[in-house]
């Protein structure tokens, strides 16, 4: 099961906004994002309506690719500088 859920941190302990569906001792695995820094992650990307714009687009694979093989050096090294440029 994957959800997404909200909680508090408060004195050490993270405290569930609501109820999950756990059996007692169940082991799971949390991963914690900061609401604060969600906009910084998230820049550039689409809204909804222009995702559905984007849907209607006529694109190519070979002109996705053509456009991709112009980018110099590679996309994860493009990621990096960002992150280190914050």
């Known amino acids: 099961m994957d959800k997404i859920l909200h909680a508090v941190y408060r004195d050490g302990v993270l ?3 609501e109820g999950v569906p756990l059996k007692e ?3 799971v695995t949390v991963t914690i994002s900061d609401p604060a820094n969600a906009g910084q ?3 550039g990307y689409f809204t909804p ?3 559905a714009e984007a849907a209607h ?3 190519s694979l070979d002109e996705v ?3 991709l093989s112009t980018i110099p050096g590679s996309l994860s090294e ?3 500088a960002l ?4």
């Open 15 to 17: 405290q569930l906004l």
């Open 25 to 27: 001792s169940q082991q």
């Open 41 to 43: 992650d998230l820049a």
């Open 49 to 51: 309506e222009g995702w």
């Open 57 to 59: 687009d006529d694109i």
């Open 65 to 67: 690719r053509r456009a």
């Open 78 to 80: 493009a990621v990096i």
């Open 83 to 86: 992150r280190q440029e914050r």
